[in-house]
């Protein structure tokens, strides 16, 4: 087995132009029993590659996070691409029980603490969105948002799950004004009021906790005559004397002024009658989708759309693919468990390039084309008061965004180093601005923001475009370009 790894150590060395000899080529692999790899890999390709990446981790959830701490603790340079949702699902829950040995701590903390400790590492985390891959021939291909392409010897996706949607008539057209799927970033926007949540499971018992110390009233639908949620998610019901349960009932239609949501049209699933709730918010809780389009057509997925590993390991159908976390796992989806998945991910991808005859060595000759995040922030200023308003945007020659974020809402947090980097592209062109929403509620309200994060667009002393929901780099571009003349 040495004698190959010297041989392929050969190619890269040979490759690179180096004078690298084969004797540090001989060390062993101590993860060679979690996978076997076909060794007939030609080296000479790096040659022709500008940018390249030993370890690229797609998304930073527990499981990307956790295979970044690895890899990046095992001296492989890594580079994780946080995606459109950075930090993932578990930053838009509130307090997490469950994560061994931490006791009870908030969901977001958890990540923080986990992209800290990679990056203690050496790990990058960088707010990019990998738009395409092109997984048929290694090196694997990975474009960016710039259009820049990424050469990776290994890549480990961890691109987590997105919320489901009903698609139910009135779902689209009222989506940040009275629909929703995160409590916890807009529960303050309902205090006092009546809101339902849709879903049956532990995710839709969560959310109506959340909303219950706010809100009036939380009516939860669920379609069934049974929840799925676990025996103590139900029990924790019980103790939140606002909370109902609706059994047999699904939503037909999301119904409003044109403003914002104020009723909507039920179905009881058992009867098959329909009625009408006036209601002032709706919170989806109806589980999640993997996130896998971007790899359709170059990985064996299922037929429910997750992608399919091999034996015990976490490699895909493609050698030196990897997968971990809600995007592969279909059946515990739990934050540990994506975690765990994801330290084994970076085991298999650490014993893939050292079955190359990857090393330090060559890491340290490939270091001229390794690929470094270009991070050119724009200035963004904060406004906190309606004074501020007047004089840096009203007044303002050139369109002004307005970011409203808020303490509470992790999206938000996850969109402030978004806005800062579009605002570089933007400099001159666009003035941005971050509005704490507790700081200056009255100009929310004057400004028709009920959910945050929330970009607003003024041009010309007027509102011309509202947006709430979470945008990564190149959509708020493309959103924005339309706004210069
Ligand atoms: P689940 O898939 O467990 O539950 C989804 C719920 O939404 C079900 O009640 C389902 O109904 C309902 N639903 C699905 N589609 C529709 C629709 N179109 N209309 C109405 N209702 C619909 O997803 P969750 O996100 O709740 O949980 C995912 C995983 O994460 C689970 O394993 C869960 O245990 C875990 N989790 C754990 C937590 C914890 O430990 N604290 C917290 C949150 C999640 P039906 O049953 O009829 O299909």
Redesign the pocket.
């Known amino acids: 087995m040495n004698q190959k790894i010297i041989f392929l150590g050969f190619g890269i060395a040979a490759a690179l132009g180096g004078t690298y000899i084969g004797t540090q080529f001989l060390f062993k692999s101590g993860h060679d029993n979690f996978i076997q790899h076909k060794r007939t890999v030609d080296f000479s390709l790096l040659k022709q590659k500008d940018t390249v990446l030993p370890v690229a981790i797609i998304g930073d959830g527990p499981a990307g996070a956790s295979a970044a701490l690895y890899t990046s603790r095992s001296d492989l340079y890594t580079v994780v691409f946080q995606g459109p949702k950075p930090g993932g699902l578990l930053t838009e ?1 509130s307090y ?1 029980e ?1 994560w061994p040995a931490v006791g009870k701590e908030l969901g977001s903390r958890i990540i923080n603490n986990l992209r800290s400790q990679a990056q203690e590492h050496g790990a990058v985390f960088v707010p990019e969105t990998i738009k395409s891959v092109d997984l048929r021939s290694w090196p694997y291909k990975l474009s960016n948002e710039d259009g820049q392409d990424i050469y990776a010897l290994s890549v480990i996706i961890a691109t987590g799950a997105v919320p ?1 949607v ?1 698609g139910a008539p009135g779902e689209k057209e009222y989506w940040g004004k009275g629909v929703t799927t995160c409590a916890i970033c807009d529960a303050p926007f309902y205090k006092g009021r009546d809101v339902v949540v ?7 018992v ?1 959310e109506a906790a959340q909303l219950a110390p706010h809100v009036r009233s939380v009516t939860m639908l ?3 005559d049974s ?2 949620a ?1 025996k103590a998610s139900q029990q924790h019901l019980t103790s939140l004397p606002n909370v109902k349960v609706q059994y047999n009932t ?1 939503i037909d239609e999301i119904i409003g002024d044109g403003k914002v949501v104020n009723k909507i049209r039920l179905l009881d699933t058992a009867t098959k009658k329909t009625s009408e709730m006036p209601i002032d918010g709706v919170f989806l ?4 989708e993997p996130r896998t389009a971007l790899f359709k057509d170059q990985l064996n997925i299922d037929e429910n759309g997750y992608i399919q590993l091999k034996g015990r390991s976490q490699e895909t159908s493609v050698e030196g693919i990897f997968a971990a976390g809600d995007v592969e796992d279909h059946v515990y ?2 934050a540990g468990v994506a975690s765990g998945s994801g330290i084994k991910a970076a085991l298999d991808a650490y014993s893939f390039l050292q079955s190359r005859g990857y090393t330090k060595q060559i890491q340290q000759q490939l270091q001229p084309k390794l690929y470094e995040p270009q991070a050119q922030k724009g200035t963004v200023i904060a406004i906190n008061s309606l004074e501020d308003f007047k004089k840096e945007v009203a007044n303002s020659p050139i369109p002004v965004v307005l970011d409203f974020w808020a303490r509470w809402c992790p999206s938000c947090l996850r969109m402030l180093p978004v806005v800062e980097l579009v605002a570089g592209r933007f400099e001159g062109k666009i003035k941005f601005v971050k509005v704490d929403f507790a700081q200056v509620p009255a100009l929310a309200e004057q400004l028709q923001v009920a959910k945050v994060p929330a970009l607003v667009v003024y041009k010309q002393g007027e509102v011309v475009a509202r947006y709430f929901d979470v945008m990564n780099k190149s959509e708020m571009t493309e959103f924005l370009q339309q706004f210069i003349a």
Do not use: C, F, W, Y
């Open positions: 829950t997490v469950n489901r009903l849709v879903g049956g499971g532990d995710s839709a969560e669920v379609r069934k929840m799925r676990s699904a809780a109806i589980g999640h989806r739990q």
